[in-house]
């Protein structure tokens, strides 16, 4: 499928609405100058746009296989992945003491929505070898980090994450993988996982696996959880691949989308692994992975919004259906209002949920730069909205496109429905949005809702400045950031947590709603030719007073949910 890398957008995202300035002004980021970080998305839209995006229909049509124990991947992944591999596009952020370019978090944010867009399936590799990368980083023993890290970062390697059983979906405290101590250092690790993303692959001499599991005297629950890196094969004295691991393939999924990438059933029989950070400590050594994934899990369903929305407008200009209802129309259906709407939307909304992306991102780079407290709690704050709204954004965002197709949208030789099938999942995996959205009402307002205020005074103060150029813009999002403030309020207040949890998937949605009128109206203030300011006008005028509705869902509190019976939600 054709796909032109917005590389023009992500620096204007960059220089006026996300502050990647402040960042490179750091002394961990100072090499990342603009000249860097052009070339950098250059050189990354130019892989994308002509290696991954040719792959995005081979792996929908001809999905990985397991063929006696060997996974299979699909026509043309090996030599797309050699392609990620050798430009150092898996580890764009790592530390460059083990080969990685040592780059901001935003700049790998950005690489990583353009090869989801390209390729959501291939793209999931890397993704998962990048999270391991920051949990070995943050946790792993300095013999771990000399052997493994320098063939990860290269992607020589490649390497996943272990969290889910068949009895332990969401509730990770249930799982029951075991591992024993082999009084060597090592463990036996012996259980079965599920849904492991790029659990093998026919293209790397090895594959290590991150594995949640259970010692002996583990407490219950998610406290008596530690975690193992346990490789595929095990490595000889000199680094390299030596003998198979005591692991196995049992089946991949058959799925709804996402049919490249393959999702494996594994089984450990006693296989040797090696403990990562301390023993029943391990979900907090693996919440560093999935943090890492849940940012890059948003920032996949940004990417499959783009390229949706330039798949629907490819057809709008080329597709002719009925009269043209305005003089010197082009005779194509982008002539019709509701088409006009449906792209418009689409466009703004792409915008919007890749700004937010982008300035979590950010906030994670100021973060790791200055230990702030604060940017900190800006980026914890920022994550779930990111991961949640993003997801959203790219399911919805494919879904219209498929309306705007018509019939040929639920044709699949258009392509149009495999951006939705493939994205779906998203709003699943590393945490369901709903669980996103618990985190984002429960755990990141456990400071009285600071972080959440200090995001709106600055909204305010951005509305504020604009007052006098865009008036017409910075009202409605001053107004909207007013309300939220209050809805904020409600749910610090609520010491019923029922109450927040009714309304945290509405709460989440509102602030991206504001969150989005924010990004738009900074646009809208360092437009050029007037574009951006006429995005803006059409996404704060019709797209954010959805707030409003959201805030009165999202402060409704449960008492309605629980006045019903069970008998009332008969079929």
């Not at 998962?128 to 792993?140: C, K």
């Not at 699949?412 to 945490?431: K, S």
């Not at 927040?500 to 989440?508: C, E, I």
Request: aromatic residues 6%; contains cysteine.
């Amino acid at each position: 499928m054709p796909y032109r890398a917005p590389v023009e957008d992500f620096q204007f995202l960059f220089d006026h609405v996300v502050g990647l300035d402040r960042v490179t002004a750091t002394d961990r980021f100072a090499e990342a100058t603009p000249d860097v970080t052009s070339a950098i998305l250059t050189e990354a839209g130019k892989l994308c746009e002509e290696v991954l995006a040719p792959l995005q229909r081979p792996g929908d049509l001809h999905p990985a296989k397991l063929e006696n124990g060997v996974v299979r991947t699909s026509p043309g992944f090996a030599e797309g992945y050699k392609a990620i591999a050798e430009g150092g596009w898996v580890a764009i952020a790592a530390d460059p003491e083990h080969g990685g370019m040592g780059l901001p978090m935003t700049v790998t944010t950005a690489v990583n929505d353009m090869m989801s867009a390209a390729c959501l399936s291939l793209q999931l590799s890397p993704l998962m070898t990048q999270g391991q990368i920051e949990a070995l980083e943050h946790h792993a023993s300095d013999d771990l980090k000399a052997i493994y890290l320098p063939k990860l970062v290269s992607g020589e390697w490649t390497g996943t994450m272990n969290l889910t059983e068949a009895q332990a979906g969401s509730d990770v405290g249930a799982l029951s993988t075991k591992a024993v101590s082999n009084d060597d250092g090592t463990y036996a690790i012996t259980g079965q996982k599920i849904y492991i993303s790029w659990g093998d692959n026919d293209f790397t001499p090895n594959v290590c696996h991150l594995v949640l599991a259970r010692l002996p005297d583990a407490k219950p629950g998610t406290k008596g959880i530690s975690l193992f890196l346990v490789p595929k094969f095990i490595p000889d004295e000199t680094g390299e691949p030596g003998r198979a691991n005591d692991l196995k393939v049992v089946s991949l999924e058959h799925k709804m989308g996402l049919h490249g990438s393959p999702t494996a059933v594994m089984q450990y029989d006693g296989a040797t692994g090696w403990l990562v950070g301390e023993e029943h400590d391990g979900m907090r050594a693996m919440f560093t992975m999935m943090n890492n994934a849940r940012l890059g899990v948003g920032t996949q369903g940004v990417g499959v919004a783009d390229g949706a929305y330039q798949h629907a407008l490819a057809y709008a200009k080329d597709r002719k259906q009925g009269r043209s209802t305005i003089q010197n129309g082009t005779g194509t259906i982008i002539d019709h209002a509701n088409v006009r709407r449906m792209l418009a939307t689409m466009k703004a909304e792409t915008f919007a949920a890749r700004a937010i992306a982008l300035t979590c991102a950010a906030a994670i780079d100021m973060e790791t730069a200055t230990a702030a407290p604060d940017w900190a709690a800006r980026a914890a704050f920022l994550t779930p909205i990111a991961k949640a709204f993003g997801t959203y954004t790219g399911i919805s965002v494919a879904n219209m496109g498929i309306q705007l197709h018509g019939g040929m949208g639920f044709i699949e030789e258009t392509g149009a429905a495999q951006y939705l099938r493939d994205v779906r999942v998203t709003a699943i995996y590393e945490g369901t949005n709903g669980i996103q959205a618990m985190d984002l009402v429960g755990r990141k307002l456990m400071d009285g809702g600071e972080a959440a205020y200090a995001l709106l005074d600055e909204i305010e103060s951005t509305a504020e400045a604009a007052r006098a150029e865009h008036p017409e813009l910075a009202e409605p999002v001053w107004q909207a950031t007013e309300s939220l403030r209050e809805a904020t309020e409600w749910m610090v207040a609520q010491n019923d947590m029922n109450n927040r949890f009714a309304g945290a998937v509405p709460f989440l949605r509102a602030f991206a709603r504001v969150l989005g009128g924010h990004a738009h109206l900074l646009a809208a203030m360092h437009d050029t030719d007037g574009s951006r300011a006429r995005l803006a006008r059409f996404y704060i005028t019709r797209i954010l007073p959805e707030a409003q509705a959201h805030i009165a869902h999202a402060t409704a509190g449960a008492d309605d949910l629980y006045a019903l019976a069970p008998e009332d939600f008969a079929a």
